[in-house]
């Protein structure tokens, strides 16, 4: 019998925040997402299948998400830090190469080179599910809100949004 349920919540870095003081600051999911599963492998006792974590830069392709590792040559963002193809010491990739014609190269921080309408600069599309303007977040709105989309689409065990970190409480 458990004596008790913890519940994490783990706020790292404000990313932004509102002009009311008041208002709650945007947290960057990957960084929630990692503070959670440090503090779950810390405990001893992680409890996988219930945990819910945002920070997914591509919530339709299960190989993308903040815990994936990079895998280069690829010409996508697999780990969700807005670059691609980035070398084990995490230096961006050095392909000059325009792989979808957008005028963006993966040495340029193209985050997607097999994908013409994903490049730094252009405006994110809420509700596409991918990260179209390689920050590494998928979905923010036009004045840089966070997704709050708690769905994990791809069920890779990542959603974009992070206003829901369990589906049901961590029990030690």
Avoid at 12 to 36: I, W
Avoid at 52 to 75: M, Y
Avoid at 93 to 106: A, F, M, Q, W
Avoid at 156 to 163: C, K, L, R, V
């Amino acid at each position: 019998m458990h004596c008790c349920r913890v519940y994490l919540i783990a706020i790292s870095v404000v990313v932004g925040t509102t002009a009311d003081a008041r208002a709650e600051p945007q947290v960057n999911p990957l960084d929630r997402t990692r503070s959670v599963l440090a503090h779950a492998a810390a405990s001893g006792q992680p409890n996988w299948p219930n945990i819910v974590l945002g920070g997914d830069c591509n919530d339709t392709r299960p190989a993308a998400s903040p815990l994936q590792t990079e895998v280069v040559g690829n010409l996508i963002d697999d780990d969700c830090d807005g670059l691609a193809d980035e070398d084990v010491n995490n230096n961006p990739s050095t392909d000059s190469t325009d792989h979808d014609s957008d005028g963006i190269s993966l040495a340029a921080h193209d985050c997607d080179d097999t994908n013409a309408s994903v490049r730094p600069g252009i405006a994110e599309v809420p509700g596409n599910l991918i990260d179209d303007d390689c920050d590494g977040l998928a979905d923010e709105d036009a004045l840089g809100n966070l997704s709050t989309d708690v769905v994990d689409h791809d069920g890779d065990g990542f959603t974009i949004g992070s206003d829901r970190i369990f589906r049901s409480s961590f029990e030690i």
